[in-house]
């Protein structure tokens, strides 16, 4: 026992805690439950249920276990005649207004207050008055309320205060009176809004879009991980006979802690919508019509090979989703360097590829996720922070919040909704420029006083720079990356980067680029990147999960390149607007939810996922489709019978 640790004892055992603590947290590290519907380990403490009302030594009155810092030698009983006594009282109370909607009430079979109930509830009400009956709030299309069921545990109220940074939610009135609410019938829009539904205890906040369609008890719980940014949440999937119905996080310290952003949460709903592809098509005078897998993926080996023949490899190509696994990634490129080409890409947002030999096998932060909220300083260079990866802001936030200078430099002042130290707005998007200034500075030359305020805040220990999307995607890519370099080698600061859809760093590591091979290995024939794809166009392309009209920096050049193309073949889950304008093939594959593979997110962790919903129609897992692919091309080594 170090100095700093104190003893006190809880129901006869003796147990070992920190100055400060509070008696629940250290009953929880103990085993020892102790109800509770106002307390959330990520929350402040309000103590406003009473819930978990304990016996603690000669006190006069039971006190709340949430809002109890431990002392030395302090006895505690929590499941004595005393303290249940208290925690059936404080029960009863809440249940006076509570509606007996458990048959029709989407938290029924998972409610934190019918769990409760059943150890601390009467079975037999004494309350002959009517019940309280408050109106529901619309808050948008994703949460529903039935503010009836409310008891006041304010949860969402500090989430919105504490986690978001924006208090959507507020608590009006007093006493029996109280309700929870926005302010003059405003939604709830924050990116991780979402998360209100998974704190509240009871079924007063509900997913919209989930509700009434199943019933906790029926549905399987199977883990996943997120494919809507470079974090890499992870997800627990509720299926019900083979179809996703909702999507709830699953915790992780180190990655996404216990929240999900609202894409993570709620896009599942595009799995089923009216645009999934259903079966193979291919086309035949001008016209896609449905076809067997035999017949389309004989049709699709025929013509990459006629290509390969009669124009050189070099002719065919393949663009890969920066969100494909790594799986589908290494087996493109395998695919493509077997045909003879190394025309190869998964940076479809990108616009500047000088110096990219140079660049790092495994792109990402430098550091981990968690480290970020730790840092002494950061400077963010282009980035909507909250709109390119939402739990990533988070981190951030706790970092300004604890007293860390967060700076920027980006095109337009975005609403950050945390403390920015130093802001510098060049509406040109001059980062380079920007960030050589800094450089300037830090390398001995003047500068004002806002760019000699970043410069000190980077030379604290733990610090970093940052380059988000819009850096990454800047025509003068190259530019901003050297300055960059050249400003975090005078300052000290870490230098990393956010990375494009769920998995850059994946495909850059399986080999989805022009020049390099699967774990950077090198590669006797270069080829072209994505932007040289665009500028002389190939006879022959392999699209792996793209729609080039939404996944591209240069839409109207991949929408040229598609129309300038004999032979094309998609892999994708929906008829979408380059399937059915262009592919010649069209292949239905599996979303996340319905395949396995692997995802490395940008601190560098690698995720391996199993597929948790029934494939709809015909779609089969990508990686599948491109082994039955090497099979038929004579490609080597395409056995692989797993992810």
């Known amino acids: 026992m170090s100095q700093d640790t104190i003893k006190i004892t809880v129901d006869g055992r003796e147990l070992e805690a920190q100055p400060g603590q509070m008696l629940i947290e250290v009953t929880d590290a103990a085993g020892i439950y102790i109800p509770r519907f106002c307390y959330h380990p990520k929350l402040s403490v309000a103590a406003n249920c009473r819930m978990c009302l304990v016996q603690v030594g000669n006190a006069p009155k039971p006190l709340p276990a949430c809002a109890t810092p431990v002392a030395p030698d302090m006895e505690v009983n929590t499941h004595n005649e005393y303290a249940i006594e208290a925690q059936k009282a404080t029960m009863e109370f809440l249940l006076i207004n509570h509606p007996l909607d458990c048959p029709i009430c989407d938290q029924g079979g998972e409610c934190e207050l019918q769990d409760i109930a059943m150890g601390y509830g009467r079975d037999i009400s004494r309350y002959n008055e009517g019940k309280r009956v408050v109106a529901d709030k619309n808050l948008g299309p994703l949460v529903s309320t039935d503010m009836t069921r409310c008891i006041h545990c304010t949860r969402c109220v500090r989430f919105g205060q504490e986690v978001a940074g924006i208090q959507e939610l507020g608590a009006m009135g007093r006493g029996d009176r109280m309700e929870i609410g926005t302010f003059i019938e405003n939604s709830v829009d924050h990116e991780l809004s979402g998360n209100i539904i998974d704190l509240c205890p009871v079924g007063a906040l509900n997913n919209k879009p989930y509700r009434f369609s199943a019933r906790a008890w029926e549905m399987e719980q199977r883990a996943t991980v997120a494919p809507h940014d470079c974090l890499g949440s992870n997800l627990h999937a509720h299926v019900l006979r083979g179809t996703l119905k909702r999507v709830v996080p699953r915790d992780n310290e180190s990655v996404n802690e216990t929240w999900i952003s609202d894409r993570d949460r709620f896009s599942y709903e595009g799995i089923y919508s009216d645009d999934r592809l259903q079966s193979p ?17 004989e049709k699709a080996a025929s013509g990459l090979r ?3 023949v009669s124009d050189g490899g070099e002719a065919l190509g393949a663009w890969v989703s920066p969100s494909a696994t790594t799986e589908e990634a290494y087996l493109a490129g395998r695919l493509m360097r077997h045909l003879g080409s190394g025309n190869i890409d998964h940076r479809l947002r990108r616009r500047d590829f000088r110096g990219q030999s140079g660049e ?8 981990t996720i968690a480290g970020i909220e730790s840092l002494n300083a950061l400077l963010v260079v282009g980035s909507n922070l909250r709109h390119e990866v939402p739990l990533l802001a988070h981190r951030v936030r706790k970092a300004a919040s604890a007293g860390a ?12 909704l945390f403390p920015v130290a130093n802001v510098i707005i060049d509406e040109a998007a001059d980062f380079a420029g920007a960030l050589g200034a800094l450089a300037d500075v830090a390398e001995g030359g003047s500068g004002n006083d806002t760019q000699t305020a970043m410069v000190e805040s980077l030379r604290q220990d733990d610090a970093a720079i940052l380059l988000g999307l819009m850096a990454l995607r800047h025509p003068a890519f190259a530019e901003v990356l050297a300055a960059a370099r050249r400003l975090a080698a005078a300052t000290g600061a870490t230098l990393g980067q956010i990375t494009e859809g769920a998995n850059s760093a994946g495909a850059a590591y399986a080999g989805a ?3 390099r091979g699967p774990a950077g290995s090198v590669v006797t024939t270069g080829g072209s ?4 794809m665009l500028a002389s166009p190939l006879k022959g392309l392999l699209l792996t999960g793209v729609e080039p009209k939404l996944d591209c920096a240069d839409a109207v050049g991949a929408q040229n390149a598609l129309q300038a193309a004999d032979f094309i073949v998609a892999l994708t889950p929906w008829l979408t607007d380059c399937a059915s304008e262009s592919a010649d093939v069209v292949l239905p594959v599996g979303t996340f939810a319905e395949t396995s593979g692997t995802f490395v997110n940008v601190e560098g962790s690698w995720q391996s996922f199993a597929g948790v919903a029934a494939p709809v129609g015909e779609s089969r897992p990508a990686w599948k489709v491109l082994r039955v692919l090497g099979n038929l091309l004579d490609a080597p080594g395409f056995d692989y019978e797993s992810s």
Do not use: C
């Open 281 to 297: 098509m291919i086309r035949e005078d001008g016209q896609l019509r449905e076809a067997t897998w035999e017949e389309a993926l």
């Open 306 to 308: 006629k290509i390969a």
């Open 360 to 367: 790092a096998l495994l792109p990402g932060l430098g550091m």
């Open 405 to 416: 200078p967060v700076s920027f430099v980006n095109a337009a002042d975005y609403e950050y």
């Open 513 to 515: 680029l022009p020049h």
């Open 529 to 532: 990147d994505f932007g040289q």
